[in-house]
Every structure is written in structure tokens, then in C-alpha cells.
């Protein structure tokens, strides 16, 4: 025999035991966010890797580290690690600015980004999120994280933690990762590696550091005073304040957390994160938050804009197991001809039939139907020479036989 042949390390086949649960999913994700009047957009997987670079950020560990690049026809193209970047893109490209605003897209689909495969994390994964552009006011704050929990609600998620945060805007940031920087400065050489280069360019970044000695560090009473500050400019506050009153008058229930700062290098004011108790140490389920600046620096017109991914393997992992479900009807019949004839009938009104192909015996057919069927459909001698079928129910054992021509109802 030939050398067998596995999926890579890090990636999973979807198998079709488990594919109605991705099937309950998307179809909730469709239902929601089409509530809200959000449009689905695919862009494509395969992105310039300049994208993402400018996208998402040089400093982030995605771009560091975690981006699949490879060369064709001496150009960079990169797997997308995720897909606010892609979609930004496409509003620019397709002029989506003429349109009235908001302009709110979502998306579903296949991430890449070479990590250290563990539960909960992958390197081909899928997400789903939303984004809006246009809309520089906090109802859009408030309708977006209403959106991700209606959606989490509508798959039947409820013990989820929100949490928020505001990271400001360019201009009052600038003078807190000063101070901040200022209070770590003396501690630098005790820091890990990975903060160490991050101190410089993105010192945000050092909060959210999972290692121990790093948050011990950062815990001193010096450094937490200027961690917990209120370092919002008068602009940036009023949004703040504007956006958890909003979420308090729908009883959204929230928590704000002044670590969360999130990976990517674009967010602005707003950032979320969703959480389940139910997961283990990758427990983020939902992560999002505004990104005012991106737009421009992708080169589009100046565009507010604020969106979130989920993680979807995440989501899945949280529902309980869905059985398969079962075929309208199996037909058992010895005669293929009319079993193929009745099969095309049914199908073609709106049922979901099987027949045997391989001239089984009888009571062969009848096992595999009690499996994989609500309903066996007989096509015996007789019911063929009246053009009749008997149907029976394969829970209750309880059998009719109709003419054919109404059969179809009769299953409904
Ligand atoms: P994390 O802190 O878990 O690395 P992140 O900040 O890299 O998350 P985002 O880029 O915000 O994650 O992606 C949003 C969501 O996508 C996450 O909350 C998570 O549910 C999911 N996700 C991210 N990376 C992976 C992965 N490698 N495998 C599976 N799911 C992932
Ligand atoms: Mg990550």
C-alpha cells in the first residue's frame, strides 16, 4: 500500500457528522445580522501581503509572526489571518463611500495564521464578523455589540461575559503610552523577550502579556496608577460614557476592563471582547472594537468604522452535539427502475429521498431505512402494478398506502 497522506498539523477536516452544527450557525449568522441590515460580502482568501501589513499592523504578532506569505510571479501574496483588513479593502476598491452610510457587511470563512496548534487554536480556523463603516457616533458602539449578542443568544449562548474598554484616540494615547512607558522604563530588563520589543512600538501591547513575572511587574502600585488613569480626551470620554449609557438602557450587562487592548494595531476608542466561562485558556469567543483610522491609512477617504470577528470553532465547541437528520423517506423496492422514478418524483416536491442502489435484499433495505429515514417508502409488486406506494412510519410502525401522484403530500 502507498504512504497514507494527513491533514496538516493544525488544520481539521469538517466531517458530516458535524456539519449541521456549522449549517445551525450560519444560518443564524445570515438571520441576525440580516435583522440588523447587514449585507454579506466574500472577499478573497488570497490577499497582497502589503494588506496586511498596513492592515493589520507591523508591529502585531499576526504580521511577526503568524502570516502564511509566499511568492507568485514575483509577488507577495499572503493566506488571510483574518478578514477586517480584506474587507476595508473592498469598500475602498468598490467606492462603498458613494453609498448611504452605514454601510454594515459580515462575513463568514476559512483564517490562516501559523500558531502553536492547542485546543482552542488552529491554524486554519474560521470567523465570522461584521463590520460597519461611516458612523463616528456611539449608537454604532452599542448596535454592534447588541448584534454579536443577539447572534450569540440566537445559537442558544447565554453565560457569556462582555467586557470594554477604551483605547482612545491617536492623540490621547499618545500622552498615556508615554506615561505608561515612563513607569515601565526602570523595569525593562526584567521584562520577557516579546514585551521587551514591544515596549518601543506598541507598549499598549505590554498589558495583555500572558507571563507571570511580566504581570507581577506590572501590578507595582506605580505602574497600576498610571494603568488605571483616566487618560480620555474630553472627545473621547463623552463617546465612552455616551456608548455604556446606551448599553445600560438596553441591559446589555458589561464589565469594563482596563487591560483589554486586543492584538491589532488599528483599534481606536471601543474595543470588546466576549468570553465564555466554559472555555479553557483561550476563552475569547468574540473580539472587536472601532477602527476610525484604518480606512484612510488603507487609502480610502477618512471613514469611521467599527466591526468584530468570532472564532467559530469556538462557538461550536460551546453547543451541544445536534443528531444528524434524517431522510424525508428511504424507498425499499426490488424494482430500481421505479424506485429511481419515484425518488426523482419526490425530490423534485421539495423532499429529501435515498433509495438503494446496489439490488440489496428486501429486508436489508428496510434496516437501512429504520436508520438513516423518518419514513419507509414501499414500492412492492402490487403497489407497482397499482401505481400505489406504501408508507411507513418508522417510528410508530403504522403504514398507509396512497396512489402515487398524492404520495408527496401525504409525506408532508
Ligand atoms: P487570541 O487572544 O485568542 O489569540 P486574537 O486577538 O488573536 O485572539 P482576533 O484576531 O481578535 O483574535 O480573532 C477573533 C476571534 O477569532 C478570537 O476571539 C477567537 O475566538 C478566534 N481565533 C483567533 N485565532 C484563532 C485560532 N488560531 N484558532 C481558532 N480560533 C481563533
Ligand atoms: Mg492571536
Known amino acids: 500500500m502507498a504512504n497514507k497522506i494527513n491533514v496538516l498539523k493544525g488544520t481539521k477536516d469538517i466531517l458530516p457528522q458535524d456539519i449541521e452544527m456549522w449549517h445551525f450557525v450560519e444560518e443564524n449568522a445570515l438571520k441576525t445580522f440580516t435583522s440588523f441590515g447587514v449585507k454579506e460580502i466574500r472577499t478573497p482568501i488570497i490577499e497582497s501581503t502589503d494588506l496586511f501589513q498596513r492592515g493589520v499592523g507591523e508591529t502585531t504578532d499576526i504580521v511577526n509572526k503568524e502570516m502564511y506569505t ?157 494603568i488605571t488613569s483616566d487618560f480620555l480626551c474630553d472627545e473621547c470620554r463623552e463617546h465612552y460614557n455616551q456608548l455604556k449609557k446606551y448599553l445600560d438602557d438596553l441591559n446589555v450587562k458589561y464589565s469594563e476592563n482596563k487591560l483589554l487592548v486586543r492584538g491589532l494595531d488599528y483599534y481606536t476608542r471601543t474595543v470588546f471582547e466576549i468570553k465564555s466561562n466554559n472555555l479553557g485558556s483561550q476563552n475569547a469567543v468574540c473580539g472587536g472594537g472601532r477602527y476610525d483610522n484604518l480606512v484612510e491609512e488603507l487609502g480610502g477617504e477618512p471613514t469611521p468604522a467599527i466591526g468584530f470577528a468570532m472564532g467559530m470553532e469556538r462557538l461550536i465547541s460551546l453547543l451541544k452535539e445536534k443528531e444528524t437528520s434524517k431522510l424525508d423517506g428511504y424507498i425499499v423496492s426490488n424494482n430500481t427502475t421505479e424506485a429511481l422514478k419515484l425518488a426523482q418524483q419526490l425530490r423534485l416536491q421539495g423532499l429529501n429521498i435515498e433509495i438503494d442502489l446496489a439490488n440489496k435484499k428486501f429486508t436489508k433495505q428496510l434496516e437501512k431505512a429504520s436508520k438513516v429515514a423518518k419514513l419507509a417508502l414501499i414500492l412492492g409488486e402490487d403497489e407497482i402494478a397499482q401505481n400505489k406506494v406504501s408508507i411507513k412510519n418508522l417510528e410508530t410502525g403504522e403504514q398507509v398506502t396512497v396512489d402515487r401522484n398524492i404520495c408527496a403530500e401525504k409525506i408532508k
Open 70 to 226: 509566499f511568492e507568485k510571479s514575483e509577488r507577495s501574496i499572503t493566506l488571510r489571518p483574518e478578514n477586517t483588513a480584506g474587507v476595508v479593502r473592498s469598500y475602498i476598491e468598490n467606492g462603498m463611500h458613494r453609498l448611504p452610510a452605514p454601510v454594515k457587511l459580515w462575513y463568514k470563512g476559512p483564517m490562516f495564521r501559523y500558531e502553536r496548534p492547542q485546543a482552542g487554536r488552529q491554524r486554519q480556523f474560521h470567523q465570522v464578523g461584521v463590520e460597519m463603516f461611516g458612523v463616528s457616533q456611539p449608537a454604532a458602539d452599542a448596535e454592534i455589540i447588541l448584534m454579536a449578542e443577539n447572534f450569540l443568544k440566537s445559537i442558544g449562548l447565554e453565560d457569556l461575559d462582555v467586557e470594554i474598554n477604551s483605547l482612545g484616540c491617536p492623540k490621547c494615547r499618545a500622552e498615556f503610552k508615554e506615561k505608561l512607558k515612563n513607569v515601565i522604563r526602570p523595569h525593562l530588563n526584567e521584562l520577557c523577550e516579546d514585551c521587551k520589543g514591544r515596549f518601543e512600538k506598541n507598549p499598549l501591547r505590554l498589558l495583555d502579556c500572558k507571563v507571570p513575572q511580566c504581570q507581577e511587574i506590572f501590578s507595582k502600585t506605580e505602574i497600576q496608577n498610571v
